[in-house]
């Protein structure tokens, strides 16, 4: 996410989070800025639609969290969406050799 699409998605994630705005609003200025920035730096390596995607599933789920663990919440779920891009499930018709397979070979490998 770059600096110019984090305020897209703190826009969906306020909209997702109806308590997040005014949470935001009550605080001093230098403090806003201050989580915002932390949020950002947190999010930064998660893509925009990722993070829009974990925030509405979290909202969705109905679980509740203090305003300030939002972020948290949200780039764990992004980050678990790009381990599974990264690594999809096995498919069923790969064949693992077994144990004793794998025993085999290295003992041919290895033998003198």
């Not at 200025?29 to 989580?35: M, Y």
């Not at 305003?67 to 790969?94: F, N, S, T």
Request: aromatic share 10%; charged share 25%; net charge positive.
């Amino acid at each position: 996410m770059t600096r110019n699409e984090f305020p897209k998605w703190l826009a969906a994630h306020c909209a997702a989070f109806p308590g997040v705005h005014p949470w935001f609003l009550n605080m001093p200025g230098p403090r806003r800025h201050g989580i915002q920035k932390d949020w950002f730096r947190k999010l930064a390596a998660v893509p925009l639609a990722d993070a829009i995607r974990a925030s509405q599933e979290f909202s969705d789920s109905g679980e509740s969290m203090f305003p300030g663990q939002h972020c948290l919440e949200v780039r764990r779920r992004a980050m678990r969406y790009k381990r599974q891009q990264v690594m999809p499930a096995a498919e069923d018709d790969i064949q693992y050799p077994t144990p004793a397979e794998r025993l085999a070979a290295c003992r041919k490998r290895f033998a003198k």
